[in-house]
């Protein structure tokens, strides 16, 4: 496991935008991995996974800047992205990357966000954007490649809780299994949804995902990033909502709401 760094305090005046990627990504690498999730692999359950530790350096105008950054480099607030829930415009973004076959994916998914929705995504202050970054292999980019395909008939999220209903590896992510929880989660051209999982676009997407993942740094799931600012692993709810607060009021000192999105956009909801 990586161990804690602590990162040196950003210029206020880089000269090359070059140098601001760099620090961009230094800072998110530093943030991300020394959290890295430990995943126990062994039938016997001797080797018990263990909940990766976040990072919360000291903060100056000049990381707050990096952060601002970040979050405009990843936020993508598109309209109708079925991988998203909550408006365009909502002044906090949560970008989560994730991995079908990670039990703290799981844990987040069916512990924390439901709580984060009510709590935030209701009321218009948070938008979650979901990002397959996958690193288990290729099960793991099949699972991906089908949440995706069941995005594109409305059934994206009831298609990532049922995947993450429990910990699915290996076998129990075989096509005609990722078929019949298409089907449980209310896909409802199981024809369209093979073809689309197997096809280019869906390939393209998960590709779009990691590249902004390892882009930035990301070495674990599950990753986060608040508005830019990274949270490593499963953390508890109150961690999450503590960010989430901290990061409304910022953007409202800042008076931003929705940083680069313009407009009013309307929720995309996920399932219940």
């Known amino acids: 496991m990586p161990t804690s760094a602590s990162p040196a305090s950003p210029t206020r005046k880089i000269a090359a935008i070059g140098a601001v990627v760099a620090l961009v990504v ?19 359950g ?10 919360s350096p ?22 109708g992205d079925p991988l998203a829930v ?24 069916r512990e924390t966000q439901p709580e984060l929705i009510k709590k935030f995504v209701d009321d218009g202050t948070l938008r979650i ?16 490649r089908a949440s995706w395909a069941a ?31 298409a089907r449980k989660s209310g896909v409802a051209d199981l024809d369209r949804f093979r073809s689309d999982l197997n096809g ?8 779009k995902d990691q590249n902004e993942g390892y882009g930035i740094g990301v070495q674990s799931t599950p990753s986060f990033l608040v508005n830019g600012r990274p949270i ?11 960010t989430v607060r901290k990061a409304a009021e910022q953007a409202k000192k800042a008076g931003t709401s929705g940083g680069a999105a313009k407009g009013s956009g309307k929720a995309e909801e996920p399932a219940k």
Request: with cysteine.
């Open 26 to 44: 230094a800072l998110v690498a530093i943030g991300i991995a020394v959290g890295k999730a430990v995943e126990g692999d062994s039938d016997s």
């Open 129 to 144: 954007e979901f990002r397959n970054f996958t690193i288990y292999g290729a099960d793991s980019e099949r699972a991906a």
């Open 232 to 242: 490593a692993g499963a953390q508890p709810t109150d961690v999450f909502e503590q």
């Open 46 to 55: 001797t080797n018990t996974p263990r909940a990766a530790a976040s990072v």
């Open 86 to 109: 909550g408006k365009k415009d909502a002044p906090v973004v949560l970008v989560e990357y994730a991995d079908y076959q990670c039990s703290f994916c799981g844990r987040f998914t």
């Open 151 to 181: 995005g594109q008939q409305g059934k994206f999220w009831q298609m990532h809780d049922e995947l993450y209903a429990k910990t699915n590896k290996g076998s129990a992510l075989a096509e005609d299994k990722l078929v019949e929880m």
């Open 58 to 79: 000291r903060e100056d105008d000049g990381q707050q800047q990096l952060y601002d950054q970040l979050a405009q480099q990843t936020s993508r607030r598109t309209d």
């Open 200 to 207: 280019a676009a869906a390939a393209a997407a998960l590709k």
